[in-house]
């Protein structure tokens, strides 16, 4: 079965470094997204990405965040400066043409902020 | 904005019929989506409602009625593995999602 998968895994930074992560997306899917989970709380929406442009963004997803789809494949979020709130997991997730309320998401990246 | 509620916690036993609720408040509606999530792993998409009525996907059903802002998840002939969290996501405009808080069903043997 398709899966979204993402790299890395786990990733550990300093305060105020920039960390990309990464996610290849289902291949048939056109609409990207990023979500990420403070452990223990919900999940939160951060951005949407379709026909390489962003579609929404919530107010998390500020300055410091941005996301690209280099190729035909991969699927990035930046972060240019890293901040101790950032720690979360990051999940990746896409969907089908018409069906974003069917998300298909990746098995995250756990970023530790330092 | 958007808010969601769920329960924050249920228990049942195995073999039982348990229903989690949720309610919502948003500023658009597309449709209600439910997600279950283990421990250390994605959410993964359960069901989905964009109109008024009952789905039924094997051991889940999940409902929804627009004019009350409310639905639920049905799991029945609940077993071991179904022990885990579960979001109700409200889809607003095309490309968002926003998440419940979670509701963590506990089954017992």
């Known amino acids: 079965e398709p899966e979204v998968t993402q790299t890395p895994s786990h990733q550990v930074t300093q305060m105020g470094q920039e960390v990309i992560l990464r996610c290849v997306p289902i291949s048939n899917h056109l609409y990207f997204y990023w979500y990420r989970q403070i452990l223990g709380q919900k999940v939160e929406f951060l951005v949407s990405?379709?026909?390489?442009?962003?579609?929404?963004k919530s107010e998390i997803f500020d300055d410091q965040f941005s996301v690209e789809r280099p190729d035909g494949s991969n699927f990035t979020l930046k972060i240019r400066s890293t901040k101790l709130e950032d720690s979360a997991m990051y999940f990746c997730?896409?969907?089908?043409?018409?069906?974003?309320?069917?998300?298909?998401f990746g098995s995250g990246t756990q970023l530790s902020v330092l | 904005g958007q808010s969601l509620e769920q329960p924050s916690e249920v228990t049942a036993v195995e073999g039982a019929i348990v229903q989690i609720n949720c309610t919502y408040q948003?500023?658009?509606?597309?449709?209600l989506s439910w997600y279950q999530q283990h421990d250390g792993g994605a959410p993964t998409f359960l069901s989905y409602n964009a109109l008024d009525g009952l789905e039924e996907t094997g051991r889940f059903s999940s409902f929804l009625s627009r004019s009350d802002s409310y639905g639920y998840l049905l799991l029945q002939e609940l077993q071991m593995k179904d022990s885990a969290s579960y979001f109700c996501?409200?889809?607003?405009?095309?490309?968002?999602?926003?998440f419940g808080d979670g509701t963590t069903l506990t089954v017992k043997p």
């Open positions: 997730a896409s969907s089908e043409p018409l069906q974003g309320e069917k998300l298909f």
């Open positions: 996501a409200v889809g607003t405009n095309a490309g968002k999602s926003t």
């Open positions: 990405f379709y026909n390489n442009e962003i579609s929404e």
């Open positions: 948003t500023s658009g509606f597309y449709g």
